[in-house]
């Protein structure tokens, strides 16, 4: 049965891998701009070896965690702050209502105008752009939170702090952990970007745009691989457990 | 002295369509370790009263007295059990749930954990002490409300329908755990239900409520001997009692 389980992970990319060989090799893009499977994992191991792309992959996994980390502090707090207060929910609602639909990357100039090239800029701009996501969700689990859990819970003798920890936070923790998850996403499309628009050195966006000048087509797609599987870790080994661990195992929330 | 005195309580709600009464004079009285029925149609006002006894709405007239003290609020000298299965805390597994309210109060884990379990046990359910409320049916999970409502010890118990939502089979269940559970802890009980069948079953005494504004109909005390036999005769000339007072007024309407 474990075999059939592989096969069947495996089966969509062995067909794109497929297809991308074929065309690969027909000669409708010159070599050069389309290069085989083999030639990339070549220049993926090469990079590899000689550390130039886990460099790369740590300079952006460490803006990411810097950016993102900023934005779930402060997102959460914010969010659950506004879904308390009445007050605080008609001072921020309207802003981030206004400011979340707006693409990130409209305001990276403006960000490095303000705070610079460098990482200074590019990570405030991940935390900002990746706050929203995080916000409205918060805000919106804490809304969710059922009155009866609080009615009961006050019943019982709940102070408020007390309300406030073992019964909203909880709560509203399946809408908290969506809106991390979103916001993650978030920051990682974010930060590619800004890498691209040479902000900082280092980085995977900016190795793959800096590959366009010598139409090294084989660097850009190492490192869209390793995009791609650090977000996949990140989506498996973190939020899929904190999922499991949580609200899926409250029932809460089906895996 | 009565435990509980209910005195002249009014409460008016404020709709777009103007004032509409709520509870209208309402006045009954309970002693220590007695079961009382409020049954009514819906819209009686009888989940208004109880919302008013347990803290959670004030009266615009007349007051509520518990051991001789006014109700200003929700306390720890009142148990809580809603209609609504959502009432326990997913997050919490039953045994966690049932020993909520003596955290609260500050009871060291170990102790709690050791009071939480018995009630469980008063309700049956000790084998699921571990499992969370989504594994559990719905009559388990009330079962689980009626031992957290009691594990930190109220002098009264206050039931909003708990078993309405149940199927028929299951309810007749619960009302006998509950009647054993009655007949073992002795609580003061105020239960409110919509079903004559189930207040005969369990009540030392039936208030009847009717709507517009919702007021005391009749109050009937139940002279069966308890285990009761929903099929005996008297049984039956009791929940006919109980219907006639209910639908006289409806007639009336």
Same mark, same amino acid.
């Given at each position: 049965?474990?075999?059939?389980?592989?096969?069947?992970?495996?089966?969509?990319?062995?067909?794109?891998?497929?297809?991308?060989?074929?065309?690969?090799?027909?000669?409708?893009?010159?070599?050069?701009?389309?290069?085989?499977?083999?030639?990339?994992?070549?220049?993926?191991?090469?990079?590899?070896?000689?550390?130039?792309?886990?460099?790369?992959?740590?300079?952006?996994?460490?803006?990411?965690?810097?950016?993102?980390?900023?934005?779930?502090?402060?997102?959460?707090?914010?969010?659950?702050?506004?879904?308390?207060?009445?007050?605080?929910?008609?001072?921020?609602?309207?802003?981030?209502?206004?400011?979340?639909?707006?693409?990130?990357?409209?305001?990276?100039?403006?960000?490095?105008?303000?705070?610079?090239?460098?990482?200074?800029?590019?990570?405030?701009?991940?935390?900002?752009?990746?706050?929203?996501?995080?916000?409205?969700?918060?805000?919106?689990?804490?809304?969710?939170?059922?009155?009866?859990?609080?009615?009961?819970?006050?019943?019982? #003798?709940?102070?408020?702090?007390?309300?406030?920890?073992?019964?909203?936070?909880? #709560?509203?923790?399946?809408?908290?952990?969506?809106?991390?998850?979103?916001?993650?996403?978030?920051?990682?499309?974010?930060?590619?970007?800004?890498?691209?628009?040479?902000?900082?050195?280092?980085?995977?966006?900016?190795?793959?745009? #800096?590959?366009?000048?010598?139409?090294?087509?084989?660097?850009?797609?190492?490192?869209?691989?390793?995009?791609?599987?650090?977000?996949?870790?990140?989506?498996?080994?973190?939020?899929?457990?904190?999922?499991?661990?949580?609200?899926?195992?409250?029932?809460?929330?089906?895996? | 002295?009565?435990? *509980?005195?209910?005195?002249?309580?009014?409460?008016?709600?404020?709709?777009?369509?103007?004032?509409?009464?709520?509870?209208?004079?309402?006045?009954?009285?309970?002693?220590?370790? @007695?079961?009382?029925?409020?049954?009514?149609?819906?819209?009686?006002?009888?989940?208004?009263?109880?919302?008013?006894?347990?803290?959670?709405?004030?009266?615009?007239?007349?007051?509520?007295?518990?051991?001789?003290?006014?109700?200003?609020?929700?306390?720890?000298?009142?148990? *809580?059990?809603?209609?609504?299965?959502?009432?326990?805390?997913?997050?919490?597994?039953?045994? @966690?749930?049932?020993?909520?309210?003596?955290?609260?109060?500050?009871?060291?884990?170990? @102790?709690?954990?050791?009071?939480?379990?018995?009630?469980?046990?008063?309700?049956?359910? /000790?084998?699921?002490?571990?499992?969370?409320?989504?594994?559990?049916?719905?009559?388990?999970?009330?079962?689980?409300? *009626?031992?957290?409502?009691?594990?930190?010890?109220?002098?009264?118990?206050?039931?909003?329908?708990?078993?309405?939502?149940?199927?028929?089979?299951?309810? @007749?269940?619960?009302?006998?755990?509950?009647?054993?559970?009655?007949? /073992?802890?002795?609580?003061?009980? *105020?239960?409110?239900?919509?079903?004559?069948?189930?207040?005969?079953?369990?009540?030392?005494?039936?208030?009847?409520?009717?709507?517009?504004?919702?007021?005391?109909?009749?109050?009937?005390?139940?002279?069966?001997?308890?285990?009761?036999?929903?099929?005996?005769? /008297?049984?039956?000339?009791?929940?006919? /009692?109980?219907?006639?007072?209910?639908?006289?007024?409806?007639?009336?309407?």
């Amino acid at each position: 049965m474990r075999w059939r389980a592989v096969a069947r992970t495996a089966f969509p990319f062995v067909v794109v891998g497929g297809l991308w060989e074929i065309v690969a090799r027909s000669g409708i893009f010159p070599r050069r701009l389309f290069p085989s499977l083999e030639e990339v994992a070549d220049t993926f191991l090469r990079l590899t070896a000689a550390g130039v792309l886990p460099y790369h992959a740590l300079e952006t996994v460490i803006r990411l965690v810097a950016g993102f980390g900023m934005a779930a502090v402060v997102g959460v707090a914010l969010g659950i702050i506004m879904g308390r207060s009445r007050r605080a929910e008609d001072i921020f609602l309207p802003l981030v209502s206004i400011g979340a639909p707006i693409p990130g990357l409209a305001y990276a100039p403006l960000f490095l105008l303000w705070f610079g090239l460098g990482n200074v800029g590019a990570v405030i701009l991940v935390g900002f752009v990746s706050a929203f996501p995080i916000i409205l969700n918060s805000w919106t689990g804490v809304k969710a939170v059922k009155e009866i859990w609080i009615r009961a819970a006050q019943a019982m #003798g709940a102070n408020d702090r007390r309300l406030f920890r073992q019964v909203i936070l909880p #709560g509203a923790l399946p809408y908290i952990l969506t809106g991390l998850r979103l916001g993650l996403a978030q920051a990682w499309r974010i930060l590619v970007g800004v890498e691209m628009l040479a902000a900082v050195p280092w980085g995977l966006g900016w190795m793959i745009f #800096g590959a366009r000048e010598f139409l090294n087509t084989d660097v850009m797609l190492a490192g869209i691989v390793v995009i791609g599987a650090i977000g996949l870790a990140l989506e498996k080994l973190v939020f899929q457990r904190l999922e499991q661990f949580t609200v899926v195992r409250w029932g809460m929330m089906t895996s | 002295m009565h435990q *509980i005195e209910v005195r002249d309580v009014t409460l008016v709600y404020d709709t777009p369509a103007g004032r509409v009464p709520g509870v209208q004079d309402v006045s009954f009285s309970l002693e220590a370790s @007695e079961f009382l029925c409020i049954v009514g149609r819906s819209g009686c006002g009888k989940t208004t009263l109880l919302n008013i006894l347990a803290g959670f709405l004030a009266p615009a007239a007349g007051e509520i007295r518990i051991g001789g003290k006014v109700v200003t609020g929700h306390g720890l000298d009142r148990g *809580i059990v809603f209609q609504d299965f959502a009432q326990l805390f997913p997050w919490r597994t039953a045994l @966690e749930n049932v020993a909520f309210g003596l955290e609260m109060k500050g009871v060291p884990k170990a @102790e709690r954990e050791g009071i939480a379990l018995k009630q469980l046990q008063l309700v049956k359910l /000790e084998k699921f002490a571990q499992s969370y409320p989504h594994h559990l049916s719905g009559g388990m999970q009330q079962r689980v409300a *009626i031992a957290r409502a009691l594990a930190y010890n109220p002098a009264v118990l206050l039931m909003d329908e708990p078993f309405a939502a149940l199927d028929a089979l299951t309810r @007749e269940e619960m009302q006998r755990i509950l009647a054993d559970v009655w007949r /073992e802890t002795r609580k003061t009980v *105020i239960y409110v239900t919509h079903n004559v069948a189930e207040a005969v079953f369990l009540a030392d005494r039936v208030v009847v409520m009717t709507p517009h504004p919702g007021t005391v109909k009749a109050q009937v005390p139940i002279r069966l001997p308890r285990p009761r036999d929903p099929l005996s005769i /008297e049984f039956l000339e009791y929940q006919k /009692e109980l219907l006639r007072h209910l639908t006289e007024q409806a007639a009336e309407a």
